[in-house]
């Protein structure tokens, strides 16, 4: 594997999720569950939650998923099926500092990819929403391509598929099992946590 420490990357691959969108569902529920807090933390944790929603980001059908789990819990059946139906509520718009980070990038020529956890059925939301979209040279999409991060094989497709070379490509993911599992494939990365500290990271990486 080549050595990191003497390689400066030259690209870099974003994730777009809670690094250049805010999204969360939250959004929606939030209005759904108004004055009842408690309420929302408990359905988000048991109901449509995490581990539910990353099925959709790998592949899964959201009208299937949805029915389903309406079926199971048929109390809450409204809600569920808001998952779907007001999906376009759960994303809250770019993050402005990291989009001008992009653009500062683009600017200067970098190649700009992009790998993502979401949906098949959701991703045109983005594409209709968010213009910068247009800034990437290939996007990975993990409900296109039906496997999601942090498994190996989708870092394998998006490198296949956009010719990457993980030690020449920075990779900035807010997860850290999604950085952890970049590292091992030998790429450089970036955990996000804000636009300052992604902006001192390509600072130092000569990017910027």
Not at 165 to 181: C, E, G, K, Q, W
């Amino acid at each position: 594997m080549t050595d990191l420490a003497n390689t400066r990357p030259d690209t870099v691959l974003f994730d777009l999720g809670n690094v250049l969108v805010d999204w969360s569902p939250r959004y929606l529920y939030s209005k759904l569950f108004r004055n009842r807090p408690h309420e929302m933390d408990w359905f988000l944790t048991h109901v449509c939650n995490g581990a539910w929603n990353v099925r959709h980001d790998a592949g899964e059908s959201f009208p299937d998923n949805v029915a389903a789990l309406a079926e199971q819990h048929p109390w809450y059946r409204q809600e569920i099926e808001a998952f779907w139906h007001r999906w376009p509520e759960t994303m809250k718009g770019p993050i402005d500092g990291s989009v001008a980070l992009l653009e500062a990038l683009h600017a200067r020529e970098i190649p700009l990819y992009a790998l993502t956890n979401w949906s098949a059925e959701t991703f045109h939301h983005a594409e209709e929403r968010l213009p910068f979209l247009s800034r990437f040279r290939g996007i990975t999409v993990s409900g296109r391509v039906k496997v999601a991060k942090p498994d190996p094989r989708i870092f394998e497709i998006c490198q296949q598929t956009h010719g990457l070379d993980p030690a020449r490509t920075l990779f900035v993911d807010d997860s850290p099992r999604n950085t952890a599992a970049a590292a091992a494939l030998g790429y450089h990365v970036h955990t996000f946590t804000a636009p300052d500290a992604l902006n001192d990271c390509l600072r130092q990486h000569g990017l910027l």
